[in-house]
């Protein structure tokens, strides 16, 4: 039994094993000493770096932001702080501190100066990522610092580093920083701040775990007192980083699980023959949650409602408000592009519904109720009406196809656009392809 556990702590050990390619550390100490200074070639590497993330922010382009990463000197500072931490040199610590603080405010600056001119002010998802930091990025700050550690300690040097930059992405959020103070979105500006200084403080950290585990020459205090300080100090930065961050992840999953949970509920509870969801959204916040469905066709009466309101427990969506829009409730709400994308989103999951539902039971759609929808999407209209017809084709005057025609009398011209969408609408609406809309 002991030689079965010795091999496997010998087999572990070699796998393992960092000391094995090690840099001399007087190597490694002048590496990363080099790198914290932030002046001359690093800061304009620095500002060039910011200059391009910002763009990529406002482009959303994410290879435009990973080639910015890339360039950027910025980890040099929090890894001298690491270090400095590690071997108990309080002047690395302070150089590094410093030169962190001044890469920082300089790239701030840049970034709103970038933002301040740019003509493109929305908010695009890459840089809307960088608002609201969690526990996952503290995670991908550490393990992170602990990869770029372990490469800077190497001997030889391998393409670790690049990754880490891209991986842990200190540049984005402070371009991100930059735009909430161009376009005065203090909570941008504070999320931003926050997820920097998670990455900064925990990239830090683990260059100072690993440059203990390495057993890298320490200075040793005078006082054992300041280096009790020290540690003191550190685990305070960590608890006072780390919980903000629990407390934003437990949101984002449970807004997830919420979201998920909602979706589900109306795609398979608000299935009606006349009645159509146009539009959903789902509100979250910490003390109440809102589903907003917005309805177009028959109304649903109160005992639909109800039930609907009752089967929310099934979904897992207890305490959730269902807030349901329809009829003239509805009217004002209604918005045209919302019912195009619903129409759109109807043919495309019907698949071929253009030649596959053409039968007369199909199309028991009742006139009455699609004039008063269509009332609310053209207050133009002034009277409307269908019939079938039998048409025969050019090419087979022994083939007989029902046609299904539309005839909408307007108080002005309908555009040629919006005559296409309406009859596509009709399409849809009495569930036959060959609806033929004629306008007067």
Same mark, same amino acid.
């Given at each position: 039994?002991n030689?079965v556990?010795?091999?496997?702590k010998?087999?572990?050990s070699h796998?393992f094993?960092?000391h094995e390619?090690k840099a001399?550390e007087a190597?490694?100490?002048?590496a990363i000493?080099?790198n914290?200074?932030? +002046?001359g070639?690093?800061l304009w590497a620095?500002i060039?770096?910011?200059?391009i993330?910002?763009?990529?922010?406002?482009?959303?382009?994410t290879?435009?932001?990973?080639?910015?990463?890339?360039?950027?000197p910025?980890?040099?500072?929090?890894?001298?702080?690491?270090l400095g931490?590690g071997?108990n040199?309080l002047?690395?610590v302070? +150089?590094?501190?410093?030169n962190?603080?001044?890469a920082?405010?300089?790239s701030?600056l840049t970034?709103?100066l970038y933002?301040?001119?740019s003509?493109?002010?929305?908010a695009q998802?890459?840089?809307l990522?960088?608002?609201?930091p969690s526990?996952w990025d503290?995670?991908i700050a550490?393990?992170?610092g602990?990869?770029?550690?372990v490469?800077?300690?190497?001997k030889?040097?391998?393409?670790?580093v690049?990754?880490v930059a891209?991986?842990?992405a200190?540049?984005?959020?402070?371009c991100?920083a930059?735009?909430?103070?161009?376009t005065?979105?203090?909570?941008?500006f504070?999320?931003?701040i926050?997820?920097?200084?998670i990455?900064?403080?925990?990239?830090?950290?683990?260059?100072f775990?690993?440059?203990?585990?390495l057993g890298?020459a320490r200075l040793h205090?005078?006082?054992?007192?300041?280096e009790? +300080?020290v540690?003191?100090?550190?685990?305070i930065?960590v608890i006072?980083?780390?919980?903000?961050?629990?407390?934003?992840?437990?949101?984002?999953?449970?807004?997830?699980i919420f979201?998920t949970?909602?979706?589900?509920?109306?795609d398979?509870?608000?299935?009606f023959?006349?009645?159509?969801?146009?539009?959903?959204?789902y509100?979250?916040?910490r003390?109440?949650?809102t589903i907003?469905v917005l309805?177009?066709g028959e109304e649903?009466d109160k005992a639909?409602?109800d039930?609907?309101?009752r089967?929310l427990?099934?979904?897992?969506?207890?305490?959730?408000?269902?807030?349901i829009?329809?009829?003239l409730n509805?009217?004002?709400?209604?918005?045209?592009?919302?019912?195009?994308?619903?129409?759109l989103?109807?043919v495309f999951?019907?698949?071929a519904a253009?030649t596959v539902t053409?039968?007369?039971?199909?199309?028991?759609t009742s006139?009455?109720?699609?004039l008063a929808e269509?009332?609310?999407?053209?207050?133009a209209?002034r009277?409307?009406?269908?019939?079938?017809?039998i048409?025969y084709?050019?090419?087979d005057?022994?083939?007989?196809?029902t046609?299904h025609?539309?005839?909408?009398?307007?108080?002005?011209?309908?555009r040629k656009v919006?005559r296409?969408?309406?009859?596509?609408?009709?399409?849809?609406r009495?569930?036959?392809?060959?609806?033929?809309?004629i306008?007067?």
């Amino acid at each position: 039994m002991n030689t079965v556990l010795q091999s496997i702590k010998d087999f572990l050990s070699h796998r393992f094993n960092l000391h094995e390619d090690k840099a001399d550390e007087a190597v490694i100490v002048d590496a990363i000493r080099k790198n914290v200074d932030f +002046k001359g070639v690093n800061l304009w590497a620095l500002i060039f770096a910011i200059f391009i993330a910002s763009i990529g922010l406002n482009v959303n382009s994410t290879a435009v932001i990973i080639g910015a990463m890339l360039i950027s000197p910025i980890m040099g500072p929090v890894m001298g702080i690491g270090l400095g931490i590690g071997t108990n040199n309080l002047a690395l610590v302070k +150089k590094g501190g410093k030169n962190l603080l001044v890469a920082t405010v300089i790239s701030i600056l840049t970034s709103t100066l970038y933002f301040t001119i740019s003509p493109l002010h929305e908010a695009q998802s890459e840089l809307l990522a960088r608002t609201s930091p969690s526990i996952w990025d503290v995670f991908i700050a550490f393990f992170g610092g602990l990869a770029g550690m372990v490469a800077a300690s190497r001997k030889e040097k391998s393409n670790v580093v690049p990754g880490v930059a891209i991986a842990t992405a200190l540049m984005p959020p402070l371009c991100t920083a930059g735009f909430g103070i161009a376009t005065g979105n203090w909570y941008y500006f504070l999320g931003a701040i926050y997820l920097y200084f998670i990455n900064s403080v925990f990239i830090a950290i683990a260059t100072f775990l690993m440059a203990r585990y390495l057993g890298m020459a320490r200075l040793h205090f005078e006082d054992s007192r300041t280096e009790r +300080k020290v540690a003191r100090y550190i685990v305070i930065i960590v608890i006072v980083t780390i919980l903000p961050s629990i407390v934003m992840a437990y949101r984002i999953v449970d807004k997830s699980i919420f979201e998920t949970n909602a979706k589900k509920f109306i795609d398979e509870q608000f299935r009606f023959v006349n009645t159509q969801v146009v539009s959903r959204s789902y509100n979250y916040s910490r003390n109440k949650k809102t589903i907003d469905v917005l309805l177009l066709g028959e109304e649903l009466d109160k005992a639909a409602t109800d039930t609907l309101t009752r089967h929310l427990n099934n979904y897992n969506l207890q305490g959730v408000k269902l807030k349901i829009r329809q009829g003239l409730n509805a009217k004002q709400q209604i918005d045209l592009s919302q019912i195009k994308a619903s129409i759109l989103e109807d043919v495309f999951s019907q698949g071929a519904a253009d030649t596959v539902t053409q039968k007369s039971e199909n199309t028991a759609t009742s006139d009455t109720t699609v004039l008063a929808e269509l009332k609310i999407l053209y207050p133009a209209l002034r009277s409307f009406g269908t019939s079938r017809m039998i048409a025969y084709s050019k090419q087979d005057t022994l083939k007989a196809d029902t046609v299904h025609i539309a005839v909408a009398r307007f108080s002005s011209p309908l555009r040629k656009v919006d005559r296409q969408k309406l009859e596509l609408w009709l399409r849809v609406r009495y569930k036959s392809g060959a609806v033929r809309l004629i306008t007067e």
